[in-house]
T-cell receptor
Framework: KQEVTQIPAALSVPEGENLVLNCSFT??????LQWFRQDPGKGLTSLLL?????REQTSGRLNASLDKSSGRSTLYIAASQPGDSATYLC???????????FGTGTRLKVLA | DTGVSQDPRHKITKRGQNVTFRCDPI?????LYWYRQTLGQGPEFLTY????????KSRLLSDRFSAERPKGSFSTLEIQRTEQGDSAMYLC?????????????FGPGTRLTVT
């Protein structure tokens, strides 16, 4: 059974720091992995999607990497800003299904 | 197109009442998903439609829950005889199947409180 874990559960950093959020999954057989952002009480905003054949994706200050064989993905945020404060969720899609299995998220606070 | 929309955004109901939520996906998306999220947890998959066909259901979807997508456009999720344990955020997402990554786009959610 696929399980997704995100560490740390919460993180507080000063503005301007570069930071890394971690996501691990127990079964390396995935179709893709997607990172989302969720503001309190809101829906999810898609950040980056990495196909199983890809190693990384970049969008602006965000870079996501995927090491399928070790069951890990990282989300790198450069030059963090207070507006980056949110919960970051990763989700994997197992093969043969279209559903996502989510981690419990990392709650990020960037201090001004 | 402004994305996935959900209605209502908030619903407070008494235990035992029935509730229905609506989801309008992004117009060209033929796949639609329902998830449930409780406080401090990630979303959990409930069910998935391709066009009007319900192709996958989670064991979380008890017989009190029913979802429809009658014309392959909007979808409804009904909960009958609500229980306090049904209190959660209900999220809808959609994706396009026409080649590519099948990225899922989420709506703002419907927050259900059962008193």
């Amino acid at each position: 059974k696929q399980e997704v874990t995100q560490i740390p559960a919460a993180l507080s950093v000063p503005e301007g720091e570069n930071l890394v959020l971690n996501c691990s999954f127990t079964d390396s057989a995935i179709y893709n992995l997607q990172w989302f952002r969720q503001d309190p009480g809101k829906g999810l905003t898609s950040l980056l999607l990495i196909q199983s054949s890809q190693r990384e994706q970049t969008s602006g200050r965000l870079n996501a990497s995927l090491d399928k064989s070790s069951g890990r993905s990282t989300l790198y945020i450069a030059a963090s800003q207070p507006g980056d404060s949110a919960t970051y969720l990763c989700a994997v899609r197992p093969p043969g299904t279209y559903k996502y299995i989510f981690g419990t998220g990392t709650r990020l606070k960037v201090l001004a | 197109d402004t994305g996935v929309s959900q209605d209502p955004r908030h619903k407070i109901t008494k235990r035992g009442q029935n509730v229905t939520f609506r989801c309008d996906p992004i117009s060209e998306h033929n796949r639609l998903y329902w998830y449930r999220q409780t406080l401090g947890q990630g979303p959990e998959f409930l069910t998935y439609f391709q066009n009007e066909a319900q192709l996958e259901k989670s064991r979380l979807l008890s017989d009190r829950f029913s979802a429809e997508r009658p014309k392959g456009s909007f979808s409804t999720l009904e909960i009958q005889r609500t229980e306090q344990g049904d209190s959660a955020m209900y999220l809808c997402a959609s994706s396009f199947s026409g080649g590519g990554a099948y990225e899922q786009y989420f709506g703002p959610g419907t927050r259900l409180t059962v008193t």
